[in-house]
């Protein structure tokens, strides 16, 4: 691979500030510089500018290079041209088509760095991030992910530092390490051995992994099956690749990384195939510690900061045990109070990733209070609320937000997806209309804009919406999602059922095992009068969700319609037992026996 990385190196390394000595005497740690992290869900947030322009990128210890989505590319104007010969990015969902492109002046903290190279393609990584920033930018130095406290600081050890423990924080709590690969341009991930029921397994540290995750391979050395006591379905992940993947949560009695073991725990597993390692180590596990890469010495020290480790937020059944380290007691050597409001904005999007939302909420108020004039402390604390159940006081936020900022796009999607979730929705529109007239023709946004305006059932600008992030996403591991809502919304309008047809027929294509996708072309054959192939389709639909009310309520229509009266009426009535108003809101959009 002939991609340049060193502009990156050649600027930061110029700017140092030292730090307190570290344990050895003689050792002194310098820091080349510290990029600002605002969590978004699980996502470490780093604000850039390209050519002069903000953006938002994920801080991904897992991608070996910078990446730039080819959609983020297209909306900031910069040329493509083939990637290097050879060069294949592969993860999480499979392969992704690429290219490359030159930012002439990319700024990362503060720091303005010219003709810098990114790779082009990927999957949206979401959080209305451009892309990711990869190891040709952590690689360069030591490094420490404090994302609990919204940084992450590149380090310069001198060579006083070799033998010397590199927590400098740890005063008196107890801390681990593990070896790791010397990371190099052929293999610069951040990789390592750890014990998962006694198994040995590779792990490779990824901040971009928003959950840790296990490969089928590594759960089976460990001992455990798909078909085993205790395993769950947990639903679909994706990654830079084109593809979902089936997940699920099963326990393990044991994961030791390092010096610190967990017992009677629960961790995720995904039908993926990792090229070097067998488990993710996400950000989730960045999250709840303190952790220092120490590529000179081959080693990573980390502490814990408390909390759950990993993050089951999809998981329908309880985590075993405490999910916490044995014998390591929480952290709170070397965090310091915040200072400013930014700090308190950083720290309590890092409570909010890890739901806990009161500390978010009181960090974030804070904010708010230090800084009333800032639309963007407002917006974090509706969502901090908004995940806390109270919605009247995230309403309230949303409105201070857009007083404050009336062209914050984010804002007007999430107050019109929160009042399409109220008694009155009439006020909705008029936000989605405002955020369809901001938003870049490409921006990932309009795949939630095209989702709210479906709720409203307002399907032509629905349709419309959804046109214009296919047509930007034609390589995405959404899109088939996307094709879904396209096709769902001409179903339920009754209009342009042959698009509707084909854009499910191309979905369930993608994801034939998708209930969601079997029942939505399920409405369009019913409406086509294709009754046998939409009873197929909802066959298989509630074969997967056998409690799909809208599944039993259409194959309940196709079977009247085919003389099968007490074969439909007994699925009408069972749809009904499962939803009361099924009836009437299939009849809302002319849906009727």
Same mark, same amino acid.
């Given at each position: ?20 000595? /570290? ?15 605002t969590?978004?869900?699980l ?5 850039? &500018?390209?050519?002069?322009a ?9 991608a ?6 080819a959609?983020?590319a297209?909306?900031? &104007? ?9 060069l294949?990015v592969e993860g ?6 690429? @290219?490359?492109?030159?930012v ?7 720091i303005?760095?010219?003709?810098l190279?990114?790779?082009v393609?990927?999957s949206e ?6 892309g990711l920033l ?11 992910y ?7 600081r590149?380090?310069?050890?001198d ?7 590199l927590?400098?924080?740890?005063k ?6 593990l070896?790791?690969?010397r990371?190099s ?14 198994a040995?397994?590779?792990v490779v ?12 391979r ?9 078909d085993?006591k205790g395993v ?12 979902t993947?089936d997940?699920w ?7 030791k990384?390092g010096?610190?073991e967990?017992?009677?725990?629960r ?23 303190r952790i ?6 081959g080693?990573l ?17 309880p ?7 044995e014998?390591s ?29 009161e500390?978010a909420?009181a960090?974030l ?5 230090m ?5 963007k ?13 109270q919605p009247?006081?995230?309403m309230?936020?949303?409105?201070a ?18 009042r399409? @979730?109220?008694p ?5 529109p ?8 901001? /938003?870049?023709?490409e ?8 989702? /709210?305006?479906s ?7 629905a349709v419309?919406?959804y046109d214009?992030?296919?047509?930007a996403h &034609?390589e995405?591991? &959404?899109?088939?999602?996307?094709m879904?809502g396209r096709?769902?919304?001409?179903a339920?309008?009754?209009n ?20 969601q996708?079997?029942d @939505?072309?399920?409405l369009?054959?019913?409406r086509l009068?294709k009754?046998?192939? @939409?009873?197929?389709?909802y066959?298989?639909a ?6 799909n ?8 229509l196709?079977k009247?319609r ?8 007994a699925?009408?009535?069972?749809a009904? /037992?499962?939803r009361p108003?099924?009836?009437?809101e299939?009849?809302h ?5």
């Open positions: 691979m002939r991609i340049r990385s060193s502009h990156v190196a050649l600027v930061i390394l110029g700017l140092s500030a030292p730090l307190a000595p /570290a344990f050895a005497d003689g050792c002194k740690l310098e820091q080349l510089a510290e990029l600002a992290v969590m978004s869900g996502r470490p947030m780093v604000a850039t &500018k390209i050519n002069g903000d953006a938002l990128f994920i801080a991904d210890s897992g070996f290079f910078s990446i730039i989505t959609a983020s297209a909306q900031f &104007k910069l040329k493509l041209r083939p990637a290097p010969f050879g294949k999480v969902g499979g392969e992704a088509e690429i @290219s490359a492109t030159t002439d002046e990319f700024t990362l903290a503060n303005a760095v010219h003709h190279e990114f790779i393609g990927g990584p979401g959080g209305s991030a451009a990869g190891q040709n930018v952590f690689r360069i130095a030591d490094v420490e404090d994302l609990a406290n919204g940084a992450i590149l380090m310069r050890p060579e006083g530092c070799r033998e010397a423990v927590a400098y924080w740890v008196s709590q107890p801390y681990s390490v070896k790791i690969n990371p341009a052929a293999s610069p991930h951040t990789t390592g051995i750890a014990l998962l029921n006694g040995r397994i590779r540290f990824d901040t971009g992994a928003e959950t840790s995750i296990l490969t089928l590594a759960a089976k050395s460990a001992g455990v099956t798909l085993g769950v379905r947990a639903g679909h992940s994706y990654g830079i690749g084109r593809r993947v997940t949560i099963a326990p393990f009695s044991s994961l990384i010096d610190e967990i017992h009677d725990t961790l995720r597993i995904g039908e993926v195939e990792l090229t070097n390692g067998d488990m993710l180590i996400g950000a989730d596990f960045f999250l709840s510690h220092y890469v120490a590529n000179r010495q080693k020290y980390f502490t814990y900061n408390g909390g759950p480790v990993f993050n089951l937020a999809n998981s329908p059944l985590r075993a045990g405490t999910d916490s380290p014998n007691p929480q952290s709170t050597e070397g965090a310091q109070e915040p200072a400013d409001a930014a700090g308190f904005s950083r720290r309590g999007a890092a409570y909010a990733a890890r739901r806990d939302f500390h909420i960090d108020t804070r904010a708010c209070q800084e009333p004039g800032e639309a402390y407002f917006y974090q604390r509706a969502l901090a609320r908004l995940n806390n159940r009247s006081l995230a309230a936020d949303l409105d937000t857009l007083k404050l900022e009336p062209d914050h796009l984010n804002a007007l999607v999430a107050r019109a997806e929160l399409l @979730s109220g009155d929705k009439s006020a909705a008029s936000d989605l209309d405002a955020a369809d007239r901001l /938003a870049p023709k921006a990932n946004i309009r795949l939630g804009i095209a989702d /709210a305006y709720r409203a059932d307002l399907f032509a600008p419309a919406q214009l992030w296919i047509a &034609k995405d591991a &959404k899109l088939a999602a996307a879904n096709c769902w919304a001409r339920l309008s009754g342009d059922l042959d698009k509707a047809l084909a854009d499910c027929n191309a979905a369930v294509k993608i994801s034939r095992d998708s209930a996708f079997l @939505s072309r399920g369009v054959l019913l009068g009754f046998d192939e @939409s009873i197929a389709d066959d298989a509630l074969k997967r969700q056998p409690g009310a809208w599944s039993l309520y259409g194959r309940g196709d009247l085919k003389g099968m009266a007490p074969e439909g009426q699925d009408i009535d069972a009904k /037992a499962l108003q099924i009836a009437n299939a009849a959009y002319g849906i009727v026996p």
